[in-house]
């Protein structure tokens, strides 16, 4: 019992002391409040993507940049209570559950693996992935899956010494898999001959393993200082014991990060001996209060190399986040034993850090105290020199200063001069060298000095006159310079030697500068009209940086005139108020009530709680080399900027993690991995009213980043203001195509990204899509041509009716006239009879009366057609010429002349058209007084005209007798009747005549 209490109390004083020198990490815990489905935390897993998998007793969850996403048995878990977590070589993930089995998920869908489907038992402790195989460690024994196909090749149940065979762990050496197990010792798999063989069991009972270099550590139960075992691998594999024991606690699971240190989970059976640990020299130190880890019942532990996060999972307060980057190193009171650590100033000499705090002076290596003045030295110095140098009742402030009690005693501001250090305080100067050794005092009431000389200062008296003193430590040729001279200086906080000058920051008159004994105001000068100024700096380039009341930064070149370079508008800064201004090469470190800016070249970047400057209410700083050193009223924070700005920054991805069209969410089969699967999306138009959500990928710090978003395809379409809100809502789009383009600053880098999110397409309605439009215009080109078809066939029917008509019209006009030429040639034949019967010619009447009537018949035959055979009219005029010729007693001689190449029973002219003609000889060439009176009638063909020529050697015609001819009423029909049926066929009738010597008449006929 007595070793038990010692032992305790050893551990119990390792970590008193381990927590006493600790330094704080950024930490971030998230329970149920932040959404996790419960706060016992069984397993840990962050897979390639960047999500952060949380097995928790009631639910897994997924977490991106602080949003949490759970899943349950009703989204296709095979149990809520999840253990154990892995990602194969295809990035799909592997859950193993305490009661359901195992469950696979490829980004879309879960499918279950359990003992209805082989598994050898469905309470799952470990999951280890090796070579393409899973193996899964449960209650009773293990399955090996193959996880290309999913088929297990090895099932292996032992029945142990308490009924069970229950894994804890696996590990690989020397690529052969080993697994630990509660109560059954150490056993090595081998799939060869599909057996497990037992290797140690020295200490049967195993609750995790972990590999480091060639030794193993071996957690068995809760004994005190005997729960860690650590031993070689060789030992232990050869069954041998370990001769290290440490630690006093049931450790569940290990951590090592990237510096080599090993990090344990604690959750003690036997004993509340519970917490997160690190193992160093072959003992665990507590690192709950370090971390902000607030559970001694810690389970599961995972270390992200890539973040250089530790998270640690508890069993009654959820999962913690814990930066081991340690960017900002955090020096509370407690890391010197000091109940108060209010920072006053801060300075560096000889590679010594001084604190100067309200209780006293700190000289500091390597964050150590090496030498620690504190009030009651310096106020004891000071009334050791009121008593012992008489001098000093010399000085103005001597009386009111050595009234002064310590209570009222005040240490105010630290400045480095000539490798001397110079504090001032409520009652004056000290001096103190590099060593930390008071070398003397001087009642001098200050807020603002520098030295000119070796023994010259300059000093502002605090609410009070500006003074010089030529011989400070004997208080000799004192200067007074008086406030009702604007030029000279009121309420200084800083004087800053540059160049041949001095130039004095005010809190309420601006700026001045001062050499050889006089001032100068910029302010009252009008040359610089900012006045209310609250820091002052040089920068590496000799330039003046100054900061005002309301947030603004200057940057002024003095060397020859005064000239601003730059003004950092207070609206690009993180912050209303400027608490502190360093400088560095082109770098500007900002304090104010957000953080720390970082300002180069226009751009800012933002350190804060995230990175561990947990308090931002900042009373002091200091740069040395590329350390920043940031005074609090509890501790300061070191600051090691060198990898900080010289780290590039890759370009942030921004993914789409949901989408709604009128306000309903799509169907989540278009996501992979909790991310939208394509580059575009498009829709119909009337679902036009889109929100859209969206997350970075694997950031840092996602509270250091702000967004904004332009959609290219809107008319007008500026960038959004920046906002930390990861929402993009458009409504009411009209159709078109339109891309989403999103601007990501990030705080912590500085750095503005540029993604495309989505490209969304409106489709139109269809009466606007080109397809109809084309359709319509179409449809209408075509309507407009058949209705022009039908207007051309309607007016060709028209015209053919109307042609028709007409040619109708022109056969009953050719009817007519051959009805007016018919009575004509009658007229004429019954005149011939006529004269036979006067001349009592009885046979010769008879014979002209059959002949007569022969012509008669063929007349009315060829009355009723509109063409006959050439060959028929030739015989009817041949007939007609015969009967005309018995009136001249025969004497007329008749010759027919045909052209061989007619064809007189295919070629057709219209009828009755050259009897007129014939008729006129028999009528006007020839009377009793012509000799050898002679008729010729010929036909020839030429082109597809015919030429009919009657000529008759008759008597002849004169011209009016011949015009009156070509008038006559007989030649007027048949030129009318040729014109009816040939139009185009200009001057059918040419008639010429000699006198004595005949007439001749052409006839020129288209051929039908």
């Known amino acids: 019992m007595l070793s038990f209490k010692k032992s305790n109390l050893l551990f119990v004083l390792l970590f008193v002391v381990e927590i006493a020198f600790s330094q704080q990490f950024p930490s971030k815990n998230f329970s149920t409040t932040d959404g996790l489905p419960n706060n016992s935390v069984y397993s840990i897993f962050k897979d390639s ?95 090996v899956i193959d996880i290309k196909n999913h088929k297990i090749i090895l099932n292996k149940k032992i029945v142990g010494c308490r009924n069970l065979f229950q894994v804890m762990d696996f590990i690989e050496i020397n690529s052969k898999i080993y697994f630990g197990t509660f109560n ?156 108060k650590l209010d920072i006053v100033s801060i300075a560096n000499i000889q590679n010594t850090k001084l604190i100067l705090y309200k209780k006293g002076l700190a000289f500091l290596n390597r964050s150590k105290i090496r030498t620690d003045i504190n009030n009651s030295k310096f106020f004891a110095f000071a009334q050791y020199s009121f008593r012992t140098k008489s001098q000093l009742r010399e000085y103005e402030y001597f009386s009111s200063f050595s009234k002064t009690s310590l209570e009222a005693f005040e ?68 200067t007074e310079y008086l406030p009702n001279n604007l030029n000279n200086p009121k309420e200084a906080f800083s004087i800053l030697p540059l160049g041949d000058k001095y130039y004095i920051v005010s809190s309420s008159n601006g700026l001045y500068n001062y050499k050889n004994g006089k001032f100068y105001s910029y302010y009252f000068n009008n040359i610089w009209k900012e006045n209310e100024l ?126 709604e069209v009128n306000f309903e969410t799509i169907n989540r089969n278009h996501f992979k ?115 022009y078809k039908n207007r051309i066939r309607t007016v060709k029917s028209q015209e053919r009716a109307k042609a028709d008509v007409q040619k109708r019209l022109a056969e009953t006009k050719m009817e007519a006239l051959q009805s007016q030429m018919n009575p004509h040639f009658i007229f004429n034949a019954m005149n011939s009879i006529q004269n036979y019967i006067i001349d009592n010619n009885t046979d010769d009447a008879l014979m002209y009366m059959g002949e007569f009537s022969k012509i008669i018949r063929q007349t009315l035959n060829n009355s009723s057609v509109q063409r006959i055979a050439l060959a028929d009219e030739i015989e009817y005029l041949q007939s007609y010429i015969k009967l005309e010729n018995m009136r001249f007693k025969n004497h007329v001689a008749f010759e027919l002349i045909l052209d061989n190449k007619l064809d007189l029973f295919e070629n057709e002219i219209p009828p009755m058209l050259i009897q007129p003609f014939i008729e006129n000889v028999f009528v006007h060439a020839f009377d009793s007084r012509s000799v050898n009176p002679k008729l010729i009638l010929s036909f020839k063909q030429q082109d597809n005209y015919l030429f009919c020529e009657i000529i008759d050697n008759g008597k002849g015609m004169q011209s009016e007798n011949l015009n009156k001819l070509h008038t006559s009423r007989g030649i007027d029909l048949a030129k009318e009747r040729i014109a009816l049926f040939q139009f185009e066929n200009s001057n059918p009738i040419l008639i010429s005549s000699v006198i004595n010597e005949g007439t001749t008449v052409v006839l020129k006929l288209k051929i039908f």
């Open 411 to 478: 240490l105010k501001g630290i400045k480095i001069i000539n490798s001397v250090v110079w504090v001032n305080s409520t009652i004056g100067l000290f001096e103190i060298n590099s060593d930390g050794v008071i070398l003397g005092y001087y009642p001098y009431s200050v807020s603002a000095f520098d030295f000119e000389k070796v023994n010259k200062i300059l000093y502002q008296v605090a609410y009070g006159r500006f003074c010089t003193v030529d011989n400070f430590k004997d208080n000799t040729s004192f």
């Open 49 to 143: 993507r960047g999500i952060l998998w949380v097995g928790t007793a009631n639910g897994l969850s997924a977490i991106q940049n602080g949003e949490v996403k759970n899943y349950y048995t009703s989204d296709g878990l095979a149990h809520n209570s999840c253990w154990a977590i892995v990602e194969d070589s295809n990035h799909n993930m592997w859950f193993g559950s305490h009661g359901g089995g195992l469950t696979f998920y490829n980004g879309k869908k879960f499918v279950i693996i359990n003992q209805k489907k082989g598994l050898i038992h469905d309470k799952i402790r470990r999951l280890f992935i090796h070579k393409n195989l899973l193996y899964v460690g449960t209650e009773f024994g293990i399955s």
């Open 184 to 339: 059954d010792g150490f056993w090595r798999i081998d799939l060869t001959t599909k057996n497990i063989t037992l290797v140690n069991h020295k200490r049967s009972d195993i609750f995790s393993i972990h590999q480091k270099n060639d030794s193993l550590y071996i957690c068995h139960n809760d004994t005190i200082n005997n729960a860690i075992n650590k031993i070689s691998v060789k030992d232990y594999l050869a069954n041998k014991e370990s001769n290290i024991h440490f630690g006093s606690s049931v450790f569940w699971n290990f951590a090592t990060d990237k510096r080599g240190h090993t990090y344990v989970a604690g959750n003690g059976i036997n004993f509340s001996t519970g917490g997160i640990y690190k193992i160093a020299n072959n003992q665990i130190i507590n690192f709950n209060d370090a971390f902000g880890v607030d559970s001694f019942e810690v389970w599961s532990l995972y270390y992200d190399s890539k973040t250089d996060y530790l998270y640690v999972g508890t069993i009654n307060k959820g999962l913690f986040k814990v930066d081991l980057k340690q960017q900002i190193k955090y020096y509370p009171p407690s890391f010197y034993n000091k109940s």
């Open 534 to 659: 609250v820091q002052a700096k040089i920068n590496d380039k000799k330039e003046l940086v100054i900061a005002n009341s309301f947030g603004d930064v200057f940057i002024i070149d003095v060397s020859k005139n005064f000239r601003i370079i730059k003004k950092i508008d207070r609206t690009q800064l993180i912050g209303n108020s400027i608490s502190f201004l360093e400088c560095y090469k082109d770098y500007l470190f900002i304090g104010t009530e957000k953080g720390l800016n970082i300002y180069r070249n226009g751009t800012i970047r933002l350190v804060d709680e995230e990175q561990g400057l947990t308090t931002k209410a900042f009373t002091s700083s200091n740069i040395d080399g590329t350390i920043l050193t940031m005074g609090t009223q509890n501790g300061y924070f070191e600051f090691d900027f060198k990898n900080y700005i010289s780290k590039e920054n890759a370009a942030r991805e921004i993914k789409i993690t949901g989408i």
């Open 673 to 787: 991995w909790f991310n939208y699967n394509y580059d575009g999306i498009t829709l119909p138009y009337n679902q036009n009213t889109i929100s859209i959500n969206f997350e970075p990928q694997n950031a840092q710090y996602p509270n250091k980043l702000n967004y904004r978003y332009q959609v290219f395809g809107v008319t007008n379409s500026g960038w959004s203001k920046w906002t930390k809100d990861k929402n993009i809502n458009l409504t009411y789009l009209p159709n078109g195509n339109y891309k989403i383009r999103i601007q990501t600053k990030d705080l912590f880098s500085g750095i503005i990204t540029s993604t495309d999110i989505l490209k969304i397409q409106i489709t139109p309605p269809f009466w606007k899509t080109w397809w109809f439009l084309i359709g319509s215009f179409s449809l209408i080109c075509l309507t407009i041509y058949l209705i």
